[in-house]
């Protein structure tokens, strides 16, 4: 089975512009979630999705956004890019939507503002 | 809210001696699941345990082992004769079963090192 798939896996963007990264979960998972990581903060949630539901979201501003299609796929999407938005950007997926299931991680795509 | 504090920042090993990763966590559910993710230098995570917090029987997977302790609010993991392999950044994290959707709330990760 193939895993969580991230693209692109490197990303150099400038200051005010926008960026939308790609998340495939694994096949028959339905909830995708996102994470920010980096040195400073650690890992920070920043949103879930469930069926092309936002269920959950983190404490970031609303130029961060989502979503997620029909076939499970998400995109994440960052306006007026700033940067302290450098970072590694995690998905993960889960097969179901309790609280107990391990989530299943991709590789990331680590994005740089210059 | 949810805390999860892993008070060591880095841990510098010779293989084959035992490294215990401390973890304790904040919560106000009743239910919640605890987890431990490896880092290596590729960058994706990968699940290694996890543990309910109605279940606090102690396992031992492999050379994996974890201490749950309600009472102190401690989830410590222990890898034992450690491999060059096990170089990486440990993470433990906490998802409550009462907040919405699938949420992990990450300690801020201990990087192992284990020399040869």
């Known amino acids: 089975k193939a895993g969580v798939t991230q693209t692109p896996r490197y990303l150099i963007k400038t200051r005010g512009q926008q960026v939308t990264l790609s998340c495939s979960p694994i096949s028959g998972h339905r909830s995708v979630s996102w994470y920010q990581q980096t040195p400073g903060q650690g890992l920070q949630f920043l949103f879930e999705y469930f069926s092309e539901t936002q269920r959950n979201k983190g404490n970031f501003p609303g130029r961060f956004s989502g979503r997620q299609f029909s076939n499970s796929r998400s995109e994440m999407n960052v306006s007026t890019l700033e940067l302290g938005d450098s970072a590694l950007y995690l998905c993960?997926?889960?097969f179901g939507g309790g609280a107990y299931n391990e989530q299943f991680f991709g590789p990331g795509t680590r994005l740089t503002v210059l | 809210a949810q805390k999860v504090t892993q008070a060591q920042t880095e841990i510098s090993v010779v293989e084959k001696e035992d490294v215990t990763l401390d973890c304790v966590y904040e919560?106000?559910?009743?239910?919640?699941?605890l987890f431990w993710y490896k880092q290596p230098p590729s960058g994706e995570l990968v699940f290694l345990i996890r543990r309910n917090s109605f279940d606090e029987q102690n396992e031992i997977s492999g050379r994996y082992s974890w201490n749950f302790q309600k009472s102190t609010s401690s989830f410590n993991f222990t890898i034992t004769a450690s491999q060059v392999v096990d170089s990486a950044v440990y993470f433990c994290?906490?998802?409550?079963?009462?907040?919405?959707?699938?949420?992990?709330?990450f300690g801020g990760g201990t990087r192992v090192l284990v020399k040869p």
């Open positions: 993960a997926s889960v």
């Open positions: 994290a906490l998802s409550e079963a009462g907040a919405a959707g699938n949420k992990l709330t």
């Open positions: 919560t106000r559910d009743t239910t919640y699941y």
